[in-house]
T-cell receptor
Framework: AQSVTQPDIHITVSEGASLELRCNYS??????LFWYVQSPGQGLQLLLK??????LVQGIKGFEAEFKRSQSSFNLRKPSVHWSDAAEYFC?????????FGTGTSLTVIP | GAVVSQHPSRVICKSGTSVKIECRSL??????MFWYRQFPKQSLMLMAT?????????EQGVEKDKFLINHASLTLSTLTVTSAHPEDSSFYIC???????????FGPGTRLTVL
């Protein structure tokens, strides 16, 4: 069965430090891949998406993600975290036309 | 990206009452839309998928008679929580499918609290 895994429930980083949030999926083919960010009490904002082509995808707010087919992964990265990046991050994949969300990773940024 | 609105953003109601949540796409028309529910500190769970002009398809475990979905037009969908109970308290999010590259556009969500 298809699944999306975000192994890290919660991550704490210092402001200015680098960040990597992990996402793995289980599917026979390459799905469409997304990363969303959700601030408390808010809806989802799309950070970036991957459909095909260059496996390193640039998104908004300085985020990027790299699709690695061999590892079935689509990890999100940012070189230098800002305090405003504190939020919940969801990886999502589309199988067919249905979205499947990971369980989310909560990011805390400390001064 | 497309703009999706939800109304109300927050609603508090008494147990046993019904609550209607509206979801509108403001700048495009979509034949397919989705309703999700999100409990605190948890991920989004798909409740149902609907196509304009046809009945919604509900996910396993979601009561169709309790969560009435009306996909009235290409720009408006409504979710009515009938006879709401405290366990229905949740964050409800709608989304529209842009129909050509599988991207969905999400509304800002509606926080429902049932007393």
């Amino acid at each position: 069965a298809q699944s999306v895994t975000q192994p890290d429930i919660h991550i704490t980083v210092s402001e200015g430090a680098s960040l990597e949030l992990r996402c793995n999926y289980s599917y026979g083919a390459t799905p469409y891949l997304f990363w969303y960010v959700q601030s408390p009490g808010q809806g989802l904002q799309l950070l970036l998406k991957y459909f095909s082509g260059d496996t390193l995808v640039q998104g908004i707010k300085g985020f990027e993600a790299e699709f690695k087919r061999s590892q079935s992964s689509f990890n999100l990265r940012k070189p230098s975290v800002h305090w405003s990046d504190a939020a919940e991050y969801f990886c999502a994949v589309v199988f067919g036309n249905q979205f499947y969300f990971g369980t989310g990773t909560s990011l805390t940024v400390i001064p | 990206g497309a703009v999706v609105s939800q109304h109300p953003s927050r609603v508090i109601c008494k147990s046993g009452t019904s609550v209607k949540i509206e979801c509108r796409s403001l700048d495009f028309q979509a034949t397919t839309m989705f309703w999700y529910r999100q409990f605190p500190k948890q991920s989004l769970m798909l409740m149902a998928t609907s196509n304009e002009g046809s009945k919604a398809t509900y996910e396993q475990g979601v009561e169709k008679d309790k969560f009435l979905i009306n996909h009235a037009s290409l720009t408006l969908s409504t979710l009515t929580v009938t006879s709401a109970h405290p366990e229905d308290s949740s964050f409800y999010i709608c989304s529209y499918d842009n129909s050509h590259d599988n991207e969905q556009f999400f509304g800002p969500g509606t926080r429902l609290t049932v007393l």
